[in-house]
């Protein structure tokens, strides 16, 4: 990951093995590819803070830190909650982030760098981790409840226990079928999260948030609004929509992005409205102030087939923040900060 200037994230297509732990994948969906095999969080570190339902891996973006040995291999994790209801305005109790990081040298990874090629790699029993952990069929999460019938599954909640058992455990428990291969619908699509810098655009100020919206083509994201509302930004140069025109020319270039990465930059926006303030962003546990690190930008919800009218997890961006300092806590999984920020709402 590039740490200096932005990069942009896209989504593509990869295979199976490409998105193990032992390939240090930045990913989308599927199960979390942990990195530390030890410590990994679980309930009820990973539940919504507002229905308290565990919450479900969003992405993962691997992103270690030239020069910094305890941060070689850096990797951090992001969950959301998959209950609509949650997603109040302007509202980040319904999600979470998590940072781990290993040096060079370590107990899990070979020294030297992974093959590119695919190494006749062989799935493991994907509800043990490599450590021994027992993880959740469903989610990946560390998970200790084990189906009273067949005891060769475990979950990490009841709720989980619930929705895999309506899938296609019922039809597996105590038979000798294998098991499903088809994804469960609590995960997301699994693809892979590719990188690239992005192209310098020098700003024009004089440029009129008329003109920027006459000369600019706009995102598939921006396409989705209503048409009554551009128009009515455009009309009226309001704060909030000099900030939200900003957002459009900058990514009309590459509209499909889906992450932003910035490490001690500044987030891109999408309103005026509830944009934190340093004194809001909490220090880490070892005392270091946080930083901005990257952001989680709309298109994703296109992406991953969750964007609706009807009621549907949502966000304008998700920006995170993680300690200056990268502290080193052992194998252990710090907890970061994510500020949730949604588009303004027209009146």
Known sequence: MAETGVALGFLEEAENW???????????GGKPAWLSQLDIPGLPELECGKCHLPTAFLMQ??????????????????????TPDCYSRNDSRCLKVFRSQLPRRNDFYPYNPPSDEDPNWTERDPGVHSSGVKLCKLCGCPGQKVCSKCHAVSYCSKEHQTIDWKHCHKKECCKQVPSSAVPSPFLFPELELVTEPEEHQKEESSQTVGDAQNNVECSSLVDDLAETELENMAMHETEDGKVFQKFKRRIASEPHQVLRYFRDGSPLWVSSEHVPVEKG????????????????MPQLLNDLKVDSTDASIDWGTLAVYTCADSCDQGNKYSSEFIWKQDFTEQK
């Open 281 to 296: 962003i909490p220090h880490c546990s070892c005392g270091s102030r946080r930083i901005f690190e990257f952001q989680v």
């Open 18 to 28: 490409q998105l193990q732990s032992h390939q240090f994948p930045s990913k989308v």
């Open 61 to 82: 973006v691997y992103a270690p830190i030239t020069g910094q040995d305890r941060s070689f291999h850096r990797t951090l994790f992001v969950f959301c909650c998959k």
